[in-house]
């Protein structure tokens, strides 16, 4: 198996070959409604509901159950049976049980890839990458608890009394996945709950079902019953396990939801631990000294891969003035080579948008930018069905515009001309988002300063694999600042595992 990552650009023709068979079985199959799973049980509870093939509306790719009140409850219940059990094994055990889960992602990888792209329209090296990024994901933080020692620091002892600092397990985690990277962010949030001590009720993404159900059944098969449990649904499903008897939620998602499930889970006797990871309104900094073509296609990939719908796509490019225009001239020639289509087809970068109400958002807000005056420009997009919206560069927009301050979540990006560093960096930093960002530039003194200003947790350097995408388990954390994360700290690095701790000092006396 050729090694992917996202910053890949093209395949072998065997794996291009299996990834299209792999995938026509995946359409082709008339799947049954997967069920919960709460303990030892294969529950049927509550209303099926389809997901559709965003390629072909036409085509049902996925069908499942929508968790009840009952289920959300019983899975809780059973995860907390499974508690008591699972945190008394050792980190060494529990990491060597997720550890097992390896061979079955590896061996599986482009059917998983397949399941992927059937039910979010991602592009076969995304979707590649994605499944071999889990493997990645449940190496890396079974690596760092070992590393870590399980979080048990020996403090300074006295004559009669031994000290240690202990991190545990809160208990029970509620993990609402995410239907953008359906395998790859389910597990990156289950591994870091488990492998720290904590049993989970996963709640796959209700466009995306079938993808992180597979992800789970791989990651169950060497847990004990109980550990590991699934509710499907969609919102209302995902408020019920923020509202249910939890001691903790990992959520992925809108800022909009993110910070409505911080606030009910701090409304109560006691603030209980969310670990969100919320979007962003990335932005791109071209000064005049950059290489453009080095900048033209690190904008490119972070923007349109996977349709702009990634959390760190670039949203905006900030570019000096002076190298305004040519930018722009560059982007729009370079946007016309761009395929897009079903990603059945090996040339396509860019497939469809998650579904139609997104889309119809999208041309509702591209017609919002012609109306105020901005120029906007994109490239072809297939006939037929599929929710299709072309790779698009919106320029002439007045500073402080809301398309430049949101998160369109598609693949549109603005272009502002700013004069000179300080202004760049006013204009990066002028929205409430703050995860990923990047600059391009020749002159040391302006990276140091982008470096020290820029309010953004993952942020890149003249990386033309990537202006603000990319980051991977181990290579890049995953921190979002500001309205883009609650805690402070990120997945993929060296800091997200003691967030689904809590500090215990226990001192025993020896007299």
Same mark, same amino acid.
């Given at each position: 198996?050729?090694?992917?990552?996202?910053?890949?650009?093209?395949?072998?023709? =065997?794996?291009?070959a299996?990834?299209?068979?792999?995938?026509?079985?995946?359409? @082709?199959?008339?799947?049954?409604p997967?069920?919960?799973?709460?303990?030892?049980?294969?529950?049927?509870?509550?209303?099926?509901?389809?997901?559709?093939d965003?390629?072909?509306?036409d085509?049902?790719?996925?069908r499942?159950?929508?968790?009840?009140?009952?289920?959300?409850?019983?899975a809780?219940? @059973?995860?907390?049976?499974?508690?008591?059990?699972?945190?008394?094994?050792?980190?060494?055990?529990?990491?060597?049980?997720?550890? @097992?889960?390896?061979?079955?992602?590896?061996?599986? !990888?482009?059917?998983?890839a %397949?399941?992927?792209?059937a039910?979010?329209?991602?592009?076969?090296?995304?979707?590649?990458?994605?499944?071999q990024?889990?493997?990645?994901?449940i190496?890396?933080?079974?690596?760092?608890i070992?590393?870590?020692?399980?979080?048990?620091?020996?403090?300074?002892p006295?004559?009669t009394?031994?000290?240690?600092?202990?991190?545990?397990?809160?208990?029970?985690?509620?993990?609402? %996945?995410?239907?953008?990277?359906?395998?790859?962010?389910?597990?990156n949030?289950t591994v870091?709950?488990?492998?720290?001590?904590?049993t989970a009720v996963?709640?796959?993404?209700?466009?995306?079902?079938?993808?992180?159900?597979?992800?789970?059944?791989?990651?169950?098969?060497?847990l004990?019953?109980?550990?590991?449990n699934?509710?499907?649904g969609?919102?209302?499903?995902?408020?019920?396990?923020?509202?249910?008897?939890?001691?903790?939620?990992?959520?992925?998602?809108?800022?909009?939801v993110?910070?409505?499930?911080?606030?009910?889970?701090?409304?109560?006797?006691?603030?209980?631990? !969310?670990?969100? =990871?919320?979007?962003?309104?990335?932005?791109?900094?071209?000064?005049?000294?950059?290489?453009?073509?080095?900048?033209?296609?690190g904008?490119?990939?972070?923007a349109?891969g996977?349709?702009?719908?990634?959390?760190?796509?670039?949203?905006?490019?900030?570019?000096?003035?002076?190298?305004?225009?040519?930018?722009?001239?560059?982007l729009?020639?370079?946007?016309?080579?761009?395929?897009?289509?079903?990603?059945?087809?090996?040339d396509v970068?860019?497939?469809?948008?998650?579904?139609?109400?997104i889309?119809?958002?999208?041309?509702?807000?591209?017609?919002?930018?012609?109306?105020?005056?901005?120029?906007?420009?994109?490239?072809?997009?297939?006939d037929?069905?599929?929710?299709?919206v072309a790779?698009?560069?919106?320029?002439?927009?007045?500073?402080?515009?809301?398309?430049?301050?949101?998160?369109?979540?598609?693949?549109?990006?603005?272009?502002?001309?700013?004069?000179?560093?300080?202004?760049?960096?006013?204009?990066a930093?002028?929205?409430?988002?703050?995860?990923?960002?990047?600059?391009?530039?020749?002159?040391?003194?302006e990276?140091?300063q982008?470096?020290?200003?820029?309010?953004?947790?993952?942020?890149?350097?003249?990386?033309?694999?990537?202006?603000?995408?990319?980051?991977?388990?181990?290579?890049?954390?995953f921190?979002?600042?500001?309205a883009?994360?609650?805690?402070?700290?990120?997945?993929?690095?060296?800091?997200?595992?003691?967030?689904?701790?809590?500090?215990?000092?226990?001192?025993?006396?020896?007299?």
């Amino acid at each position: 198996m050729t090694t992917l990552n996202y910053g890949s650009t093209s395949l072998t023709t =065997e794996l291009d070959a299996h990834f299209e068979r792999a995938l026509a079985v995946c359409r @082709a199959e008339v799947p049954e409604p997967l069920p919960h799973v709460v303990g030892d049980d294969v529950r049927r509870d509550g209303e099926v509901f389809d997901r559709r093939d965003p390629s072909d509306p036409d085509r049902v790719v996925a069908r499942a159950h929508t968790g009840t009140q009952q289920i959300v409850d019983d899975a809780v219940a @059973a995860a907390r049976h499974a508690a008591r059990g699972w945190r008394s094994w050792s980190f060494v055990e529990r990491a060597q049980a997720l550890r @097992a889960a390896k061979s079955g992602f590896l061996d599986g !990888v482009v059917e998983i890839a %397949a399941t992927i792209s059937a039910e979010t329209g991602k592009s076969r090296i995304e979707a590649l990458a994605e499944a071999q990024e889990s493997v990645d994901l449940i190496e890396h933080y079974c690596a760092q608890i070992e590393l870590n020692d399980g979080f048990v620091t020996p403090l300074r002892p006295t004559a009669t009394d031994t000290t240690t600092d202990v991190l545990r397990p809160y208990g029970v985690f509620g993990i609402l %996945a995410p239907f953008n990277f359906p395998v790859a962010l389910a597990v990156n949030m289950t591994v870091a709950a488990l492998v720290t001590g904590n049993t989970a009720v996963l709640k796959p993404s209700d466009k995306t079902p079938r993808s992180t159900a597979l992800a789970a059944r791989l990651l169950a098969e060497s847990l004990p019953t109980g550990v590991l449990n699934v509710v499907h649904g969609g919102a209302h499903t995902g408020a019920l396990i923020v509202g249910a008897d939890v001691d903790g939620i990992a959520f992925t998602g809108s800022a909009e939801v993110g910070w409505g499930i911080v606030r009910t889970s701090t409304s109560g006797a006691y603030a209980k631990p !969310v670990l969100a =990871e919320m979007g962003g309104s990335n932005p791109a900094v071209v000064m005049a000294s950059a290489d453009l073509d080095d900048a033209v296609e690190g904008i490119v990939r972070s923007a349109f891969g996977f349709s702009g719908q990634k959390c760190s796509a670039t949203r905006r490019v900030v570019v000096d003035r002076s190298v305004h225009d040519a930018l722009v001239e560059r982007l729009t020639d370079r946007i016309q080579s761009i395929v897009v289509g079903d990603p059945a087809r090996p040339d396509v970068f860019v497939g469809p948008l998650i579904d139609d109400a997104i889309a119809g958002r999208v041309r509702a807000a591209l017609a919002t930018a012609r109306d105020d005056g901005a120029s906007v420009t994109g490239a072809a997009t297939p006939d037929g069905p599929g929710h299709f919206v072309a790779p698009t560069i919106v320029t002439g927009l007045p500073r402080g515009h809301r398309l430049t301050r949101e998160e369109l979540f598609a693949p549109v990006v603005t272009v502002t001309a700013v004069d000179g560093i300080d202004d760049a960096l006013a204009e990066a930093n002028a929205v409430e988002y703050g995860l990923s960002a990047g600059i391009f530039s020749a002159v040391e003194a302006e990276t140091d300063q982008f470096l020290d200003e820029i309010q953004a947790g993952v942020v890149y350097v003249n990386r033309r694999e990537g202006a603000t995408t990319g980051a991977w388990p181990g290579l890049q954390s995953f921190c979002g600042w500001k309205a883009s994360g609650s805690a402070g700290k990120g997945g993929l690095g060296p800091w997200y595992l003691p967030g689904f701790m809590r500090e215990q000092s226990r001192t025993v006396s020896s007299r």
